[in-house]
């Protein structure tokens, strides 16, 4: 074992004063993504909201937009430039198979669907002997809770208690993944910011259900004039209108015949008049809002243009995906390598995979790179899944690009008078 190893190993075992205590293999096996049991997990009160289809699309949206993304590790020189690193232990952890059960793409799905739905993600950090990550194990948060112990100093200490844990977890074997928070400490749900406008959005779609399960009918008033009937009429009278009007009995344009004596009064508002159409598309809007994403990345085009489509395109990346993927990547870098490494080795997603599908902005943006030397044709090819080109390696720029000192260089050349003067 290198110094470095060893130091690192010490400082680990020295945290806080506490003797370290790591969950076995049989605990971590035993947290999957459905529960150990084999049940499947219960929605519960996320099971409503994931109902409504803005809030589905929204969640949708934003952990594909994270999962598709593939996140390099990179080792940095002195300088400051960076290469992939990989053969760091961690390099194809983070890339391709963050554990046995789960891709790079529906590990960071599952994150983030927990951390917009629940208000927080987790993950256990399973090491080595030389405290290398072997493994990013997703944890529900139904089943993590936080925790505060005393060390031997005196000071309070954050710890993790997981369900199935003999041990707490310490804070740097616990990725974690806040949403919007309050104290930094524990992430608050967006649903939970957002329940009075889900709450309207659930019973306008109850309504909706219940308006068109109904035949598109509404409620009222049955009255029979001179006459008072007893309860067995009435029961009698209430059975034969269900069975006349009801669309689940076989009449969904049902007819009821009245006996002469018999008017019938709605007491319910039409959908037009109660301004049913216009709540749904409201409650669109005013659910996007809380996720940050743009009423047409749910396909809501009512308002929108072919340049609306593409600024909300970069306005989304901009004001939402690169928020989210910061804070990951803040976190992994912190908390999955060593503090030997921290400074050196960095994990960070590549965006330019965005650019993938559409080929024109992605032509464009080589283009440009290869202007001024950013990038080689070989680089170029290897990146867009082509073989290497011979003489391919050398950089280019335009020719009629120069530095500032050059420039000066040849116009006192080309004019002698100017070095006279001087």
Request: proline fraction near 3%; glycine fraction near 6%.
């Amino acid at each position: 074992m290198t110094k470095k190893r060893l130091a690192d190993k010490i400082e680990q075992m020295k945290v806080f004063g506490l003797e370290i205590r790591k969950a076995s293999k049989v605990e971590t096996s035993r947290v999957t993504a459905w529960s150990y049991t084999g049940g499947r997990q219960i929605l519960a009160s996320r099971s409503k909201p994931m109902l409504l289809s803005t809030v589905y699309r929204c969640v949708d949206l934003i952990s594909d937009s994270v999962a598709v993304l593939p996140l390099k590790t990179y080792e940095l020189d002195k300088d400051g430039f960076k290469k992939e690193a990989k053969n760091h232990p961690a390099y194809y952890i983070l890339d391709m198979e963050p554990n046995e059960d789960m891709t790079r793409y529906v590990f960071f799905k599952t994150i983030m669907a927990s951390v917009l739905l629940t208000g927080n993600g987790y993950a256990y950090i399973e090491r080595d002997k030389d405290l290398n990550v072997t493994q990013l194990i997703y944890i529900p948060s139904g089943q993590v809770s936080i925790v505060w112990i005393q060390d031997k100093k005196g000071i309070m200490r954050k710890r993790y208690q997981v369900v199935g844990f003999k041990e707490l977890v310490e804070p740097r074997d616990m990725f974690h993944v806040l949403n919007f928070s309050y104290d930094g400490i524990i992430g608050v749900s967006t649903l939970e910011h957002a329940r009075q406008t889900i709450d309207i959005s659930t019973s306008t779609e109850e309504h909706a259900a219940g308006f068109f399960k109904s035949g598109a009918s509404v409620a009222g008033i049955l009255t029979v004039e001179g006459a008072r009937l007893d309860s067995k009429q009435k029961d009698q009278i209430y059975q034969t209108w269900e069975e006349r009007t009801n669309p689940m009995n076989g009449h969904p344009n049902g007819i009821a015949i009245l006996e002469g004596n018999m008017k019938y009064q709605p007491i319910s508002i039409s959908p037009k008049d109660s301004q049913f159409i216009e709540s749904r598309m409201f409650n669109v809007v005013d659910m996007c809002r809380f996720f940050s994403v743009s009423p047409v990345k749910v396909f809501d085009l009512s308002k929108s243009s072919y340049s609306t489509v593409e600024a909300t395109q970069l306005q989304y990346l901009t004001d939402t995906v690169l928020a989210v993927i910061t804070k990951i990547e803040q976190e992994i870098n912190r908390k999955i390598f060593l503090p030997s490494e921290r400074g050196r080795i960095i994990a960070e997603f590549d965006t330019s995979a965005i650019l993938r599908t559409d080929k024109a902005a992605q032509a464009s943006f080589y283009k440009e790179m290869s202007y001024i030397a950013g990038i080689t044709p070989n680089e170029t090819r290897r990146e867009l899944g082509y073989s290497r080109l011979e003489g391919g390696d050398n950089a280019f720029v335009q020719s009629n690009m120069q530095t500032l000192s050059n420039a000066v260089v040849q116009r006192v050349e080309e004019n002698p008078v100017i070095n006279e003067k001087r």
